[in-house]
């Protein structure tokens, strides 16, 4: 069992920036693939980045890359999402997720644990 609490979410003006953290609980940390979707209202759960479980697979949405990173401290059991240039568009509930293996799916059912959600807002 994984339990995923993600934090630093929060209201932010396009433009600026925000890093978003996910503290896991439990030793099998370091073998599970963690993810970060985001969900708009009125909209499906989306993928946002992936990474494997020793960080040397990652991979973004198109809508994010070369303006997001993800990276991960196994030692911290921490998952992070560095988010540059944000847009209104990135206005999402942000949400954590794990699983076992080492592929780095894109699917919301791919993943078997979820934490419960950070805010970020964009403002034009």
């Known amino acids: 069992q994984v ?7 929060g209201s932010v003006q396009a433009g600026g920036s925000l890093r978003l953290s996910c503290a896991a609980s439990g ?3 370091s073998t599970y693939t ?3 979707f985001r969900q708009a209202p009125g909209k499906e759960r989306e993928f946002v980045a992936g990474i494997s479980w020793n960080g ?3 991979y973004y949405a198109n809508s994010v890359r070369g303006r997001s990173t993800i990276s991960r401290d196994n030692a911290k059991i921490t998952v992070y999402l560095q988010m540059n ?3 209104p568009e ?9 699983k076992s293996g080492s592929a780095v799916p894109t699917l919301t059912s791919a ?12 403002s034009s």
Do not use: N
């Not at 339990?3 to 979410?9: I, M, R």
């Not at 979820?114 to 970020?120: A, I, M, R």
């Open 3 to 9: 339990q995923l609490v993600e934090s630093g979410g």
């Open 111 to 122: 993943y078997a644990y979820w934490g419960q959600g950070t805010q970020v807002t964009v």
């Open 34 to 36: 963690m993810g970060w």
């Open 56 to 58: 040397g697979v990652t």
């Open 85 to 87: 240039s944000l847009k």
């Open 90 to 98: 990135d206005t999402a509930v942000y949400y954590c997720a794990a």
């Open 27 to 29: 030793r099998t940390f």
